[in-house]
């Protein structure tokens, strides 16, 4: 099921406070997040790099080869475990990398996000479903979300 599509009761929307609240169990979790999936990211390019002509390599160097792609591949399902946690505290990853959080809330009967990235001291900004992190606009224009 999409969770776009799921989220209805009352407890899933977040007024400007409540994000502001969980910001303080979310921060340390995509701090978390945002490092592992640069250094994932970081050895991803180096390994497309070393297996470059790997049929030349010697066998135990290709056997350190498969030792880091398979740290690759457990650090991914990491991350895969950092997202369940912060959409289990009611956010949308939007970027691993930047540590981009939506938190989905309501204005005038319509579904907005409170949007957020890592660096940020709380929710600063919000958009329209469709405007996405170009489309932000500053939560002093909102009225109190309910």
């Not at 329209?128 to 932000?136: I, L, P, Q, T, W």
């Amino acid at each position: 099921m999409n969770r776009e599509d799921s989220v209805t009761d009352e407890g899933a929307w977040f007024s400007v406070g409540e994000a502001n609240a969980v910001l303080v169990e979310v921060r340390p979790i995509v701090e978390r997040m945002t490092a592992l999936a640069e250094d994932v990211c970081l050895r991803k390019e180096r390994l497309v790099e070393l297996n470059r002509g790997a049929r030349e390599r010697h066998p135990l160097y290709r056997g350190e080869v498969a030792a880091m792609e398979r740290s690759v591949e457990e650090d991914m399902l990491r991350l895969q475990e950092y997202v369940r946690e912060i959409v289990g505290l009611g956010a949308e990853v939007k970027n691993i990398r930047e540590g981009v959080l939506d938190f989905p809330a309501r204005l005038e009967g319509r579904r907005i996000w409170l949007c957020w990235r890592l660096g940020e001291p709380e929710i600063l900004f919000w958009h329209e479903r469709d405007a996405g992190f170009a489309g932000r606009r500053s939560v002093s224009e909102l009225p109190e979300c309910s």
